[in-house]
């Protein structure tokens, strides 16, 4: 009788040919974040991410998040299902859901964009917003660019 040590299942992050999904939705703060609440719940997201095999983005200003995750199918639902259920925030959207063949933050659990004046901390994975709102990584994740590749 043969005996596997390891099993990878077909979603498994360590099996490239897996079929990749991605979830962009918005939220609004149930009360206003701030830089020590930011980085704590930064630091939740980036540890329970590597755990799932999730990469993604998230974004907060003015009380509003957007935030864009990507990985393994049931991963991502097992994450917004604790998404829907977390009372730090309310009336999440679903901007965007599809699959996707490769993922566009790999090189990160979560990456962050927020106010320009925490980029004095030099936190890695850190994209101070533009004028606009908007940072260089975030655009990887705007809903009308979002297709599949």
């Avoid at 704590?40 to 983005?57: D, F, P, S, V």
């Avoid at 829907?84 to 009336?91: A, E, F, G, S």
Wanted: charged letters at 20%; hydrophobic letters at 35%; aromatic letters at 10%.
């Amino acid at each position: 009788m043969m005996r596997y040590l390891l099993s990878i299942e077909p979603w498994s992050p360590f099996n490239p040919m897996s079929t990749l999904e991605r979830l962009l939705y918005t939220s609004t703060a149930t009360e206003p974040f701030g830089t020590h609440d930011l980085f704590k719940l930064l630091n939740q997201a980036r540890q329970r991410n590597a755990e799932l095999g999730i990469t993604g983005h998230l974004l907060y200003a003015d009380g509003e998040f957007t935030q864009c995750i990507e990985g393994p199918p049931p991963a991502i639902e097992h994450l917004w299902a604790s998404l829907l259920r977390d009372t730090r925030h309310r009336n999440l959207q679903v901007l965007a859901r599809m699959p996707m063949n490769e993922r566009r933050f790999g090189d990160w659990s979560m990456a962050f964009s927020s106010y320009r004046y925490l980029s004095n901390i030099q936190l890695p994975g850190f994209f101070p917003l533009n004028d606009d709102g908007t940072s260089a990584v975030s655009q990887l994740c705007s809903p009308q660019d979002l297709t599949i590749r």
